[in-house]
């Protein structure tokens, strides 16, 4: 073996063996933990993601102020992620977007100027067309004192730049503007709720610490949805903000008007909050293929006449249409009726936790009590340091002629300052010893003395000093006051209160969504006359109901055109067997009623039939099932009767016989009064016997042996005859009287053709 060399045995000592299972699980949670919490979860403090914290303080360092004018959404885009969000600017701009959705956010936050999107699902404009500046409310209660170190700051991506770790929110802009998100194991999904309520929770918890859920819910009714609608499980609403998690219930606003000619308008004027986008269209769909697949015959047409106003979607109904029924089978068939899963889930500190309504309002409380006493320390640090300067300047202006022979004495600022603050009088020329002795006891401080060297002459004229005295008081009154709030936490809790009560006064607004305990609503379909119809099927498995009376008039065409054709009632069922053992059965109403010329519906489109897999072998009118027994004949020679009953199910789709895995189905029919069978098999042999040798079993049984086959065939084909009635098929350009062939037992070999 080859000594190793002195680097290849650095190497060596360098590599640390590692689990390559564990390095994943670790890989794989920091990348979690990192989606989590750095994009796509809130913080409960602000209630921001972080990418709207960044843009919404972009847009304050760009100085793009509520009073101001408008700037380009390009810009805004473009200077966030140069400095603080390097994820792409779809959705830096997505997010500016939402902000300014009033839609969306009860509470918008930014205020967008051009096309933003529409409640229907259009897309805004390119960021390039449209613009955008801040909200008041965005800068008064989520962007103010920025300046007076009431949060952390932390570098950015590339440590060039310096952005806040949370916005110093003094409202609960969590509950207010809810959020949604999508993580890694996890989501949030919190609804909107009126800020008035929430302020007056928030009020309530902080002068009672102690107040329950169930305390505060007597101020936040539920969720209040910028689109309106009803909540309709008020019963479930407490145990949800109990846990943070649940479901609401909710339905759009539906009223009557009356139409032209009599007829009835449903008129839709409020969606539930899932609707939003798509779910308008899709409900528009619904609403139509309620009628195309003759749920109802009610609707006679149906608009969306919504605009920038509000909803309005008109529901134009017959003039006997039972309008309560009607309702009930909107909030039951479409999402006019929809629920909204809460998961009240935001990372605090540091954690992503679901949190109760308590503990959400405890969280922004909490942290207003910080934003507040960090404002007021800086605050009070500020005034501290005018007052030392006040102060100096007072005292100045009672010994000003001292102070005056000192700087002239002096032969620099530094000379004068260490005698304004230590005494030190060497090298000072005075004009006497008296002045010398008296400048040796001053004692200003260092800030003092700054403020004294840069002090201007014409601010030791009277008015001046007493301007400055004036001010001095004031200065003093406000550390008074200050600290009073820094100590007392009963003053900094009524300086909460009061900040909160004024943004109370500007957010006011009626509640949009009602909240109710709505009792289930029960679609009772009308009765239909039943009728007797002609079932038809063409050779291409487009199928469809054709009146009785067309059908007489059209027989010839019918019998030679139709594959398949009966009489069936239109209330009733059509059952569809197939090669692959299934049944399959469909709804005589959902196949369209229609003339001769038109071409009906695919068999596959009605039911579960799967053409690309299997195919149609028998279709028969499910109550004449009752009346007979049914022949099952397989390709591997298998054979068995079933009662006709066992077909009688509701169920769509059902397992019709037993088959073995390379086995299929080659023939079913019902036995009414035929007497015999033939088989035929690929190799050309016919076996005819009575259908008394063929055992009655159940559908789940194989069956069993009607023709003796060899290893290469199968059975292709299979005839119940009736021997009152000629039966001629044609096989290798032959015609063959089916009747001819003699009776034999089952099982046997047949003759070959």
């Known amino acids: 073996m080859p000594k190793k060399t002195k680097n290849e045995e650095i190497i060596e000592e360098q590599i640390i063996p590692s689990e390559y299972s564990e390095l994943m699980q670790k890989s794989y949670i920091d990348y979690a933990m990192s989606v989590i919490i750095s994009r796509a979860l809130p913080d409960i403090r602000d209630g921001l993601k972080p990418v709207q914290r960044r843009v919404l ?23 966030t992620m140069g400095k603080y969000h390097p994820h ?95 993580a890694v194991g996890m989501a949030t999904s919190t609804p909107t709720h009126n800020a008035a309520e929430v302020i007056d929770a928030e009020i309530a918890l902080l002068e009672d610490p102690e107040a329950s859920v169930r305390d505060l819910m007597r101020y936040v009714k539920g969720p209040d949805f910028p689109t309106g609608g009803i909540v309709i499980n008020k019963e479930e609403l407490r145990a949800i903000y109990e846990t943070g998690q649940g479901k609401i219930r909710l339905r759009g606003r539906v009223e009557t008007e009356k139409g032209k000619s009599g007829h009835l308008n449903l008129v839709v004027t409020e969606i539930p909050y899932t609707m939003i986008g798509t779910g308008i269209a899709k409900f528009l769909q619904d609403v139509a293929a309620l009628y195309e697949n003759k749920v109802t015959n009610d609707i006679v047409d149906i608009s969306n006449q919504s605009s920038k106003e509000g909803i ?86 009672n010994v000003i002629d001292l102070i005056i022979e000192i700087i002239r004495g002096s032969d620099s600022s530094q000379q004068a300052k260490k005698c304004l603050v230590e005494g030190i009088t060497d090298g000072i020329r005075f004009k006497t010893r008296e002045s010398a002795v008296m400048a040796a006891q001053l004692a200003f401080t260092s ?57 109370k006064k500007g957010l006011s607004s009626p509640r949009k969504t009602e909240i109710t305990q709505g009792e289930e609503l029960v679609y009772v379909k009308p009765e239909e006359e039943e009728t007797k119809v002609m079932f038809v099927m063409d050779r291409f498995g487009y199928a469809k109901t054709i009146d009785l009376a067309a059908y007489e008039r059209n027989k010839d065409t019918v019998d030679t055109e139709f594959k398949v054709h009966f009489v069936c009632s239109n209330l009733g069922r059509v059952c569809v067997f197939t090669d692959t053992g299934m049944m399959h059965t469909v709804k005589v109403s959902d196949l369209p009623m ?10 596959d489109n009605v039911c579960k039939f799967d053409s690309a897999k299997e195919n149609v072998i028998y279709i028969t009118n499910q109550s004449e099932l009752n009346l007979y027994r049914l022949v099952f004949v397989t390709a591997q020679g298998y ?33 009414t009064d035929q007497q015999n069978i033939v088989l035929r098999t690929q190799e050309g042999f016919f076996l005819k016997y009575s259908l008394e040798e063929i055992p009655e079993q159940k559908k789940t049984a ?52």
Not at 59 to 78: F, N, P, T
Not at 376 to 392: F, H, S, V
Not at 466 to 493: C, F, G, P, W
């Open 702 to 753: 194989r069956g069993v042996r009607g023709i003796k086959l060899s290893s290469k065939d199968a059975v292709e084909d299979a005839w119940i005859l009736n021997p009152n009635v000629p039966n001629t098929i044609a096989f290798h350009d032959r015609e063959i009287d089916l009747n001819h062939f003699k009776s034999t037992a089952r099982g046997g070999k047949g003759t070959r053709k």
């Open 447 to 503: 800030r003092q003395a700054d403020a004294i060297l840069e002090l201007r002459l014409r601010k030791l004229v009277g008015l001046e000093i007493n301007a400055l005295l004036k001010e001095h008081e004031e200065t003093v009154a406000n550390i008074y006051r200050y600290e009073d709030i820094l100590e007392q936490r009963s003053s900094m809790t009524r300086v909460i209160r009061e900040e909160l009560s004024r943004f």
């Open 312 to 397: 309005r979607i008109v529901i134009e109904l017959k003039k006997d249409t039972d309008v309560e029924n009607f309702k009930a089978l909107l909030y039951k068939k479409t999402k006019l009726e929809d629920t909204f899963g809460v998961n009240m889930l935001a990372i605090k500190d540091g954690r992503p936790e679901t949190l109760s309504l308590k503990q959400i309002l405890q969280a922004d409380i909490d942290f207003a009590f910080e934003v507040t006493r960090r404002k007021y320390e800086t605050m009070l640090a500020k005034e501290q340091e005018k007052r030392e300067i006040q102060e100096g300047l007072i005292k100045a202006c």
């Open 88 to 182: 792409g600017d779809s959705s830096i701009y997505d997010s500016l977007v939402v902000m300014a959705q009033d839609f969306k956010k009860a509470l918008p936050l930014v205020d967008g100027h051009g096309n933003f999107g529409t409640i229907e699902g259009d897309s805004a404009a390119a960021m390039r067309y449209t613009e955008a500046k801040l909200q008041k409310i965005t800068e008064e209660a989520l962007l103010a004192d920025l300046d007076k170190n009431v949060v952390d700051f932390v570098p950015n991506f590339d440590e060039t730049e310096k952005e806040p770790s949370v916005l110093p929110a003094m409202i609960p802009n969590f509950l207010i503007n809810g959020s949604e998100g999508i």
């Open 594 to 603: 229609a003339k001769l010329k038109e071409k009906g519906r695919p068999i």
């Open 639 to 671: 054979v068995k009767i079933v009662s006709g009953g066992e077909f009688d199910v509701t169920r769509l789709t059902i397992q019709a016989t037993k088959l073995d895995e390379d086995d299929r189905l080659v023939m079913a029919g019902a036995i």
């Open 57 to 79: 303080y972009d847009m304050s360092e760009l100085g793009i102020h509520y009073d101001g004018a408008y700037r380009k959404s390009a810009r805004i885009v473009g200077d």
